[in-house]
């Protein structure tokens, strides 16, 4: 007999133990193929698309729109249409009995750890372990480590992987230094020489992008490869909408809007998100840190940075992620690359492809690995 | 970030402005550990052990332990404010306002505005409020209200650790007279809480929650409270935007009027008597500014018009709970369906 899979609900970023099941986009009875957008996913941190992991028959739905569900819970259940009913009932009955809610800290999140390096202190968060190259992670403008939160875990299996804050961001130095991407880069590359492994998958986003060109190159022998995602330094405008309300707005509801313009679809931005943006510009020095670092790489609406030379050259396999929604760097899509580079480009992303279409960014950077 | 509680926040909020700048000190009784304390100086930190370990860091000269007399040494605060210190001066509960009010509305309240600006008061006044632990009806009042009704001062009244840390380092930063009010219930809440120092701004609500249906306004630790029957009401349909004011003087009237003309109906809760309280301030402020948003009259939660009550049993009655907060967004909403089925 072929096998009966269960949909559960998934545990989106560290800390997430219940999700609300938002809706389902498919009917009890449909053929589901494995990728296949079937339920969105709502929690305090995030709004997301699921897209299933299986291929067949959806044939029960356990879950109820509104709903909410610890991590695991039995949603719906997958099956080869020939699966008789009442397998899926055993299953679905079996499953339900020896279901097992996760206790609260049971399975406590990794703590970010800080390393002083060059004199000033950078954080980081590191997950996994293994003998396989590491992974860097770098965010962009004004984020810190922890917008990796669906990507960090997933990559995390046999290998160590860091995400890194760069300074004046997280919680890391706002005594910036150098505020050019080639300096931002020098401090993660010593950072990189205290955490143990050799060599690294370098991905970076947007100006963490740049940052991460900078980082590989920096590496040389001991780069792996390079993953670009929504990179600065390859084309030549940026959103200055965007920048400047970022910087300048204090309130949620006033930076709402310029938080939006990430995604391509907005209410994917949730209300914790807005906070969070709000707590790491609120830290003492983080704003004066913020705003040199915009100044001296994104000047106005022009990008002052140009990568294009370094991945040119590059030793390693480079690859680019772009989303074909992208309102932040609206000229990446028709951004001339080395012939050598691999790109890709997500259908219906924008800025943040890493968030909307995790999956399909993380299978990218894991054929990298 | 890592998690810490209410007390070790206002704890870290201290130490960090006192590291950061020689001027602030600390007033209060038994903050050090008082007369007769057992062990090490500092070993009580005040009553409910904020200070603890501050003593031994900064020493007898910028962590005094007064006598008991609120009037001279909440007095003492004020005076040294106005000749270049940044006292943080610990009221040890709200209720003993009485003894010091002269200090506190006469004097610190005006010297700005007399002294036509030639004199600021840069104090923060710590002071706990707040039912829920049997101190009965001397120990257990919410009197933001009272404060928050002379001008001059400002009014803090944070809701959880993170709001704690960042609006007490605002309050020392701060060149007038701060009131900030402690929820003696709060002091073992935790949450994450930035290791770094920060500032929260004055005057901005906070919306944790956004929602079409009811705005749902809470002071202080009812907060959480609101928060929390938020989530339970969405699971049964209703979608409710939650205020938390932060500051209740400056007050973020802008962020109440714009969520009242998105859900068009406003509950309040506030832990505080009913009468001129803050719930009757917000209340008429959105009725006057944005009356022909509201789709049916405001409703406040809030305690009775009495005491606070010793008995346990009613002491719980007496504040405003989940269930009350429930219920009062569950009427907002079905007073219009009626008006709408009468129509």
């Known amino acids: ?369 | 970030m890592s998690k810490k509680s209410f007390r070790q926040a206002i704890n870290e909020a201290l130490r960090q402005e006192m590291e950061r700048d020689p001027t602030v000190i600390l007033m209060g009784e038994d903050i050090s550990g008082g007369t007769g304390a057992p062990g090490e100086q500092d070993a009580w930190g005040g009553p409910m052990g904020v200070t603890k370990g501050l003593f031994t860091q900064f020493g007898e000269s910028r962590v005094l332990d007064t006598h008991l007399a609120e009037i001279s040494f909440i007095g003492a605060a004020a005076g040294a404010a106005t000749t270049g210190l940044r006292p943080v001066a610990e009221l040890m509960f709200n209720d003993f306002l009485g003894t010091c009010l002269d200090q506190v509305m006469n004097q610190a309240a005006k010297f700005r505005y007399m002294f036509g600006g030639k004199a600021q008061t840069p104090l923060v006044i710590r002071t706990m409020y707040g039912a829920g632990v049997r101190a009965a009806a001397q120990h257990s009042q919410s009197l933001y209200s009272m404060v928050t009704h002379i001008p001059g001062l400002k009014v803090v009244v944070p809701s959880n650790p993170y709001e704690a840390k960042g609006l007490l380092i605002q309050s020392i930063r701060d060149n007038d007279p701060v009131i900030f009010f402690e929820h003696k219930v709060l002091y073992d809440m935790e949450g994450e809480v930035p290791d770094e120092p920060y500032a929260i701004p004055f005057g901005q609500a906070n919306v944790t929650r956004e929602g079409d249906d009811v705005t749902i306004v809470a002071i202080g630790r009812m907060v959480n409270f609101a928060n929390a029957a938020a989530d339970a009401l969405k699971r049964q349909g209703i979608s409710c935007t939650v205020v938390d004011p932060r500051t209740t003087s400056p007050l973020d009237v802008e962020t109440l009027i714009e969520t009242v003309e998105e859900t068009g109906r406003l509950v309040v809760v506030d832990e505080a008597n009913p009468r001129c309280s803050m719930a009757t301030d917000i209340i008429s402020t959105v009725a006057s500014r944005a009356f022909d948003a509201l789709k049916t009259a405001p409703l406040a939660v809030t305690a009775p018009h009495t005491p606070v009550p010793f008995s346990p049993a009613l002491e719980d009655l007496f504040i405003p709970s989940q269930m009350k907060i429930e219920e009062a967004v569950r009427a907002v909403m079905a007073r219009e369906s009626n008006r709408a089925a009468a129509e």
């Open chain 1, 1 to 369: 007999m072929s096998e009966i899979h269960s949909i559960v609900m998934p545990k989106l970023g560290l800390t997430m133990q219940e999700g609300l099941l938002a809706d389902w986009i498919v009917a009890e009875g449909d053929e589901i193929s494995a990728g296949q957008h079937i339920l969105d996913i709502e929690t305090s941190k995030i709004a997301n698309s699921y897209e299933s992991p299986f291929s067949g028959k959806l044939h029960r739905i356990v879950g109820e729109v509104g709903g909410t569900y610890p991590v695991g819970s039995l949603l719906g259940v997958i099956a080869d249409a020939a699966t008789p009913a009442a397998a899926v009932d055993s299953f679905v009955e079996e499953f339900l009995a020896n279901f097992k809610p996760v206790e609260a800290g049971a399975d406590a999140a990794p703590s970010p750890e800080t390393a002083t390096v060059d004199g000033q202190r950078m954080r980081y968060l590191r997950m996994g372990e293994g003998e396989a190259d590491a992974v860097l992670l770098i965010h962009g403008f004004g984020s810190d480590h922890g917008t990796w939160i669906l990507n960090h875990g997933a990559l995390a299996e046999g290998r160590q992987v860091v995400a890194v804050d760069l300074p004046g961001h997280g919680g890391s130095t706002k005594d910036v230094g150098g505020t050019g991407v080639s300096a931002l880069a020098d401090r993660v590359v010593s950072l990189s020489k205290t955490l143990g492994p050799t060599r690294f998958h370098v991905v970076g986003h947007s100006l963490g992008a740049a940052v991460a060109a900078h980082v590989a190159d920096k590496l040389g022998a001991s780069a792996a490869s390079l993953t670009l995602i929504a990179p600065v330094g390859i084309s030549a405008d940026v959103s200055a909408d965007f920048l400047d309300g970022f910087l300048r707005e204090q309130r949620s509801r006033k930076l709402r809007p310029y938080l939006e313009m990430l995604s391509a679809d907005p209410s994917m931005i949730s209300v914790e998100m807005v906070e969070d943006v709000l707590k790491a510009k609120r830290v003492d020095g983080a704003q004066a840190a913020l705003t040199a670092i915009r100044e001296a790489n994104l000047p106005g609406g022009r990008q002052s940075v140009d990568i294009r030379d370094i991945i040119a050259a590059a030793a390693y396999p480079v690859q680019v992620i772009l989303g074909d929604r992208d309102q932040i760097l609206p000229s990446n899509g028709t951004a001339d690359l080395p012939p050598s580079v691999k790109r890709t480009v997500i259908a219906g992303s924008g800025h943040v492809p890493y968030l909307e279409k995790a999956n399909e960014v993380n299978a990218l950077i894991q054929e990298m690995l």
